[in-house]
């Protein structure tokens, strides 16, 4: 008789569990627009061209990639960046790094007798922040973000900021393009790049000299086999890929030019992409998150027409 009562007592806690979780189900979330509905339905206005005097083509086997410099947030860099384009430093090198989950660098690959820079700069004293005074473009998300007091997009850049000590800097988000050094802070001048291809390392923020972001091109980067060596690293020649041409887009004639628009950040069409991601509408959705980190917060970018 015990075990028979015992036995009821479970079916009854099983039975009170199952309905408190079939309780706790969420309603069904009513459909909202998603990203691609509001890119679809924006105006004119809320697109900007590309500044050509700011922009890189590194141009590889596989295809272009189109970089945008932040010239507001490290502007040396950026400056001694186009030199080295235009006395055609990278022309020849090669991607020489392949880190999983986290960057691929490229550069000169020999380290004992590297390629002499010309009318450029080797080094530059560090660029991590910039004073916000330099940046009249910021908007600012309201979630938390646990690497930055302030977070927003500022003309197409996601970038931390500090008021109290007056800073802002680039944050490293996927895509987002910096400047290689050693330990010391000056020993980086735009010689050695690398792109974001892993999880944002938002912990080198304010460490490193962020330049831009890549806005086309980024599967011909993050697709690129890791490398064997050490911080992947390419440890064999023929794993290397090599650089065409790496050029600054004013430079080019204009048939050669790729022609592509960044949704403003600064508008309100924008202001909607990021409440779609953060509020996704159902059906698939079944929670919607409440809040999106600043690296989640996407930027549309399109082919002019």
């Known amino acids: 008789m015990k075990a028979a009562a015992m036995a009821v007592q479970v079916g009854i806690a099983l039975t009170l569990v199952a309905n408190s979780v079939q309780a706790a189900e969420p309603k069904p979330l009513a459909p909202k627009p998603s990203v691609a509905d509001i890119v679809k339905e924006s105006k004119a206005a809320d697109w900007r061209a590309l500044d050509l005097e700011n922009t890189l083509y590194m141009d590889l086997p596989g295809g272009r990639v189109v970089i945008e410099l932040a010239p507001a947030f490290a502007p040396n860099h950026a400056r001694n960046i186009k030199a080295l384009a235009r006395e055609s430093y990278f022309d020849g090198l090669a991607i020489i790094r392949s880190q999983d989950n986290f960057v691929v660098q490229w550069g000169d690959p020999d380290e004992q007798n590297p390629r002499p820079v010309k009318n450029a700069k080797e080094k530059l004293a560090a660029e991590f922040t910039a004073p916000m005074k330099n940046d009249t473009g910021f908007t600012r998300l309201k979630d938390v973000d646990g690497y930055a007091p302030q977070v927003g997009h500022s003309n197409g850049f996601p970038v931390g900021r500090d008021p109290k000590k007056g800073e802002t800097w680039l944050a490293h988000c ?90 403003r950040t600064d508008s309100s069409t924008y202001q909607k992409v990021v409440d779609a991601q953060r509020n996704r509408g159902g059906p698939w959705t079944k929670v919607a998150a409440g809040h999106i980190d600043l690296c989640h917060a996407p930027i549309p970018v399109r082919e002019q027409k």
């Open 174 to 263: 996927y895509a987002m393009v910096g400047v290689g050094r050693d330990n010391e802070s000056d020993s980086g001048g735009g010689t050695a790049l690398y792109v974001v291809t892993g999880q944002s390392p938002r912990h080198l923020d304010r460490n490193i000299t962020v330049v831009g972001r890549v806005i086309s091109g980024m599967p011909l980067l993050s697709t690129v086999p890791r490398g064997p060596a050490p911080m992947g690293f390419f440890d064999k020649p023929e794993m290397r890929i090599p650089i065409k041409t790496f050029r600054v887009a004013a430079d080019l004639p204009e048939l050669e030019r790729s022609k592509f628009e960044v949704m």
